[in-house]
């Protein structure tokens, strides 16, 4: 595989900010992704990054190091629907995915 | 627009038999992807078509193959199913692949159980 790592599991209060760590090996690297999936559902695009720096979307922010391999997503004012899995995701050689295991997030009251 | 969408949705197949699954991808979108996830591995790449054409594999045994067809239309066929291929198949589709402002769009999945 490619070596992408991510925690298994996070839990955060309502209201709270909340960051979602990632790191990869690999080569021919062209970009990361973030994904959210709700139990028993499809996953749904968050964010792309492909240079270094921070990416701001709403309440969602991911950040790129490519020399660290290393992203994070951020979520912040956390709302009880943000409990799901967080796939990072990413794009080798353009057109190749690879997907991490996934962070269950649950969002307490 | 329509979604990606998958049928079936639920499967129930016996070792040994073989299943196939198809995905219809968003109009317009020419590169269909196929993932297999299960609890303990993930989300992991099986193929990519583009234009009728398998254009990228992951390590994935030879029973499991696809096809795409002119209208962009996938299928996917897994043969002599193992119990091990029990898990969630998901197809997604994009413009022409590639990621770059290609994002990726999911269908809702099959969710194949193999007794």
């Known amino acids: 595989g490619q070596n992408i790592d991510q925690p298994t599991e996070m839990t955060a209060t309502e209201g709270a900010i909340v960051q979602i760590n990632c790191t990869y090996q690999t080569s021919g690297f062209n970009g990361l992704f973030w994904y959210q999936q709700h139990a028993g559902e499809a996953p749904t695009f968050l964010s792309y990054?492909?240079?270094?720096g921070l990416e701001e979307k709403g309440r969602f922010s991911s950040f790129l190091s490519r020399s660290k391999g290393y992203s994070y997503l951020l979520l912040k004012e956390l709302q009880m629907k943000d409990s799901a899995s967080y796939l990072c995701a990413v794009l080798r050689n353009f057109n190749k995915f690879y997907f991490g295991s996934g962070t269950k997030l649950n969002v307490k009251p | 627009k329509a979604g990606v969408t998958q049928t079936p949705r639920y499967l129930i197949k016996t070792r040994g038999q073989q299943v196939t699954l198809s995905c219809s991808p968003i109009s317009g979108h020419r590169s269909v992807s196929w993932y297999q996830q299960t609890p303990g591995q993930g989300l992991q790449f099986l193929f990519e078509?583009?234009?009728?054409?398998?254009?990228n594999k992951g390590n994935f045994p030879g029973r499991f193959s696809g096809r795409q067809f002119s209208n962009s239309r996938s299928e996917m066929n897994v043969s002599t199913l193992e119990l091990g291929d029990s898990a969630l198949y998901l197809c997604a589709s994009s413009l022409v692949g590639g990621g770059l402002n290609n994002e990726q769009f999911f269908g809702p999945g099959t969710r194949l159980t193999v007794l």
């Open positions: 078509y583009f234009s009728e054409t398998q254009r």
């Open positions: 990054n492909v240079l270094d």
